[in-house]
């Protein structure tokens, strides 16, 4: 029986599972996926994981497969960051299939761009970086971000009301602010099973009297055949 330990309790609540399904769990040692996400206050647990269960934590779930996604937006920041320090964030959310990050770079992102931003998140990848939250209190996070030339992050910042909770993940030598969940460790994504698929361009906050951006878009999945047959509908669809 493999044991995984450092299961956070707090992730399902975020994910917003079912009660039914947090009663199936006791504490002990989880026979599956290891997802972890660190909330404040919350002491890390290990659980059992039921033959019954065992799909939430593969793609048939949709909070899985969302947090996945996110986590790859933020390996794709985190490469970008490398190649380019230059370049400013914006967003970068999960969405129905795969995910997008909007970007400010002082250069059109091409083809040739984007295979090297996929060559750059496989080696953080295999570099296994654990993700860490943390909280600061409002003048912190701003000062954090102006301090790293973040003017995006700053104007989001400034927006969230005054009782929020602002957090960061960090990986490595990148942070970056986020509410999560993510998954433990760059490492669970298979670095030969993602694709940067598009970059277009994405008014700032929708708002066409705002900056114009560069969205860039990817797709990844568990398994390399599972990829490469998303590539093949999508390119016989069109």
Same mark, same amino acid.
């Given at each position: 029986?493999?044991?995984?330990?450092? &299961?956070? +309790?707090?992730?399902?609540?975020?994910?917003?599972?079912?009660?039914?399904?947090?009663?199936?769990?006791?504490?002990?040692? +989880?026979?599956?996926?290891? *997802?972890?996400?660190?909330?404040?206050?919350?002491?890390?647990?290990?659980?059992?994981?039921?033959?019954? &269960?065992? %799909?939430?934590?593969? +793609?048939? %779930?949709?909070?899985?497969?969302?947090?996945?996604?996110?986590?790859?937006?933020? *390996? #794709? @920041? $985190? /490469? &970008?960051?490398?190649?380019?320090?230059?370049?400013?964030? @914006?967003?970068?959310?999960?969405?129905?299939?795969?995910?997008?990050?909007?970007?400010?770079? =002082?250069?059109?992102?091409?083809?040739?761009?984007?295979? $090297?931003?996929? @060559?750059? #998140?496989?080696?953080?990848?295999?570099?296994?970086?654990?993700?860490?939250?943390?909280?600061? =209190?409002?003048?912190?996070?701003?000062?954090?971000?102006?301090?790293?030339?973040?003017?995006?992050? *700053?104007?989001?910042?400034?927006?969230?009301?005054?009782?929020?909770?602002?957090? +960061?993940?960090?990986?490595?030598?990148?942070?970056?602010?986020?509410? !999560? =969940?993510?998954?433990?460790?760059? !490492?669970?994504?298979?670095? %030969?099973?993602?694709?940067?698929?598009?970059?277009?361009?994405?008014?700032?906050?929708?708002?066409? %009297?705002?900056?114009?951006?560069?969205?860039?878009?990817?797709? /990844?999945? =568990?398994?390399?055949?599972?990829?490469?047959?998303?590539?093949?509908?999508?390119?016989? @669809?069109?």
């Amino acid at each position: 029986r493999r044991t995984y330990a450092g &299961v956070m +309790f707090a992730f399902f609540l975020q994910a917003g599972w079912n009660r039914g399904v947090l009663d199936r769990f006791t504490p002990d040692t +989880f026979q599956g996926w290891s *997802v972890f996400c660190s909330f404040p206050s919350t002491s890390e647990r290990s659980f059992i994981m039921s033959e019954e &269960v065992k %799909n939430e934590f593969t +793609f048939e %779930n949709p909070e899985y497969r969302q947090t996945y996604w996110h986590t790859c937006s933020h *390996v #794709m @920041a $985190q /490469a &970008v960051k490398r190649l380019w320090p230059e370049v400013k964030l @914006a967003i970068g959310p999960s969405i129905d299939e795969g995910w997008y990050y909007d970007m400010d770079a =002082p250069f059109a992102f091409t083809p040739e761009h984007l295979e $090297q931003i996929e @060559a750059e #998140m496989r080696k953080i990848c295999k570099e296994k970086l654990k993700l860490e939250r943390f909280e600061l =209190p409002r003048e912190e996070a701003l000062k954090f971000m102006e301090e790293k030339a973040e003017p995006y992050k *700053v104007e989001l910042i400034n927006d969230l009301p005054e009782d929020a909770h602002i957090s +960061f993940y960090k990986q490595g030598e990148f942070t970056d602010l986020c509410a !999560g =969940p993510h998954l433990d460790s760059t !490492g669970r994504i298979k670095g %030969n099973a993602l694709k940067l698929t598009a970059c277009n361009a994405a008014y700032w906050r929708g708002d066409s %009297n705002r900056e114009t951006l560069q969205r860039i878009y990817g797709i /990844a999945f =568990p398994k390399k055949d599972e990829l490469d047959a998303y590539l093949q509908r999508s390119e016989e @669809a069109k």
